[in-house]
């Protein structure tokens, strides 16, 4: 009886221990894109993405924010949701074109930066909505290659813009 214990976590080890030179092996660093058609102009986009207080109205994973600063460069935001807070601060903030956020907390496994790119587009907006990720730890980096979209993120946020637009 012994013996099996001792091989099964023997084989467990190994199997992280494989995993983990996978993930060494695999990039740090992804990007995800998304370039959606808006029907509304770029300044009504912008204001809707920038009312930070006001996410939790129509991001269901959004349960609350906290804002501090005046809303540009150096604003600090805390969003928090299921999967507890993320908080990012704001890198640039040009109105009604262009906005950047950075994850703010360096003791998470990921960070990177979200880039919101608006331009107008007859009587609407496209939006170009760009992921610059980092995943630190080699374990994690696996899961995300193997279980999750690399653009989930980016689409649900979309569906949700899109909604938001649309009242």
């Known amino acids: 009886m012994r013996k099996w214990i001792l091989r099964a976590l023997a084989t467990i080890a190994g199997l992280v221990v494989l ?16 370039t959606v058609a808006l029907a509304a102009e770029p300044s009504r986009v912008f204001d809707v993405i920038s009312d930070f207080l ?3 109205q129509w991001r269901p994973d959004v349960t609350s924010v906290t804002v501090e600063g005046a809303g540009g460069v150096g604003t600090l935001v805390r969003e928090d949701g299921a999967d ?13 074109t262009r906005l ?9 496994p990921f960070g990177g930066t979200w880039t919101y790119e608006l331009r107008a587009a007859g009587s609407g ?17 696996v899961m995300q290659a193997l279980l999750f ?9 979309i569906a949700n813009l899109e909604a938001r637009l649309a009242r």
């Open 84 to 96: 507890g807070p993320l908080p990012y601060r704001i890198e640039v903030f040009e109105p009604p």
């Open 54 to 56: 006001n996410y939790p």
């Open 19 to 34: 995993t983990a030179l996978v993930g060494l092996a695999l990039p740090r660093g992804h990007q995800a894109r998304r």
């Open 149 to 157: 979209s690399p653009t989930a993120t980016l689409d649900r946020y």
């Open 125 to 141: 907006t496209e939006l170009t909505l760009t992921e610059d990720g980092e995943v630190y730890n080699p374990i994690f980096r």
């Open 100 to 108: 950047v956020a950075r994850i703010a907390d360096p003791s998470l």
